[in-house]
């Protein structure tokens, strides 16, 4: 009887580098449960649970249709018995209570509020909410002393956490196309993070800037950053060096060129330009710009390859690659560099899809690394 319920029985690859995943998600619910409970992980800094409910959530969301039933799940890889619990719950109940509960909490209500500012992590917002601060309002009240991030994070806060549509990040790539151009012809721009993946709204704008002359890119970033400056595009940045730099020394790290990685924190005011101009509830009088987070990164076109996989996500498809790369091939990959463990030597890739080809994965478009 059970075979003439068709009930689909999915397959899916282990890695989701291998895996094509698209915007589309036939299973919202209970991907949008699981993606609760990782980000509720990483709000509590267990990284290691957080990462594990990611895995699970983009499983399903590489399914072809919504699940109806947990044996359709038997073989799947990246379930855990949590995860199960969970799928379990949705199905039997129509959603998660551990992911309800979650959202009432008090807790995460705090630890999102608080890193909502930019510029706070998790041990910051923890730390806060140990001392009573609860809220934006108890925080202003304190008298805590906040870095120059976080008091920029904490004035552009609505701004900051509005989500950017795909027009306004458009509006942001001229800009930043002008700058560049500007300060050095020939320098090119290129839009990564979520908004190449097609997202049509994102929490920032993220840009990659290379020259076709190797070494031409050096030194533009600030010069970049004075430009916008003075033409009033500015709220905040913060310049410097990849943080990859400060790590230790690892095998994907190519020894020469890589002071010249600079990456670029900054909070856009972006001109309202015929949009309708936010209300926020306590302002008297709506604002004619607002509040964006744009994330630069300049790469030495010996590196651009390396740096636009890095840089296009998602983080999960990312940290997947990695570990598919160690793992699998015996290979170490950054936004930088591929180093071959076993050959002890770095393989040169001018694209992506040369990228994919030395990992002996299929080529994935940014549109299907949704996962
Ligand atoms: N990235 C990374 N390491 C970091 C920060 C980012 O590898 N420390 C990569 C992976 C991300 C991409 O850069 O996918 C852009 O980072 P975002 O945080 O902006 O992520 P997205 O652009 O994917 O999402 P959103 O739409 O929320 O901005
Ligand atoms: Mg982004």
Known sequence: AECLNFAMVFSVPNYACQRRTTLENHNAVLTDALSLLAENAELEDEDGRGVAFRRAAAV??????????????????????????????????????????????????????????????????????????????????????????????????????????????????????????????????????????????????????????EGREEGLMPKVVSWLESQGFLLYQKTTRNSYLESKDGPARPASNMDRFERCFSIFKLDACGRQPALSQADEEPKPWRAVRVDLVVSPISQFAFALLGWTGSKLFERELRRWAGYEKTMSLSSHALYDNKQSRYLKATSEEEIFAHLGLEYVPPSERNA
């Open 60 to 213: 399903l969301k590489a399914l072809p249709k919504p699940v109806t039933s947990l044996t359709q799940l038997r073989g799947l890889p990246c379930l855990g018995e949590h995860s199960l619990r969970v799928i379990q719950d949705v199905l039997e109940t129509g959603s998660s209570s551990e992911a309800e509960s979650t959202k009432q909490s008090e807790r995460f209500k705090a630890l999102k509020v608080l890193t909502g500012i930019f510029g706070v992590g998790p041990k910051t917002a923890a730390w806060w909410i140990r001392h009573g601060i609860n809220t934006l309002h108890q925080l202003r009240a304190s008298g805590h002393t906040l870095n120059r991030a976080q008091q920029a994070g904490l004035e552009h806060y609505d701004g900051v956490n509005r989500p950017v549509t795909k027009a306004e990040a458009d509006a942001i790539g001229e800009i930043v196309e002008t700058a560049v151009t500007s300060v050095l012809p020939g320098a090119q721009v290129t839009l990564t993070g979520g908004f190449r993946r097609g997202k049509l709204t994102g929490h920032d704008v993220d840009f990659l800037i290379t020259h076709p002359e």
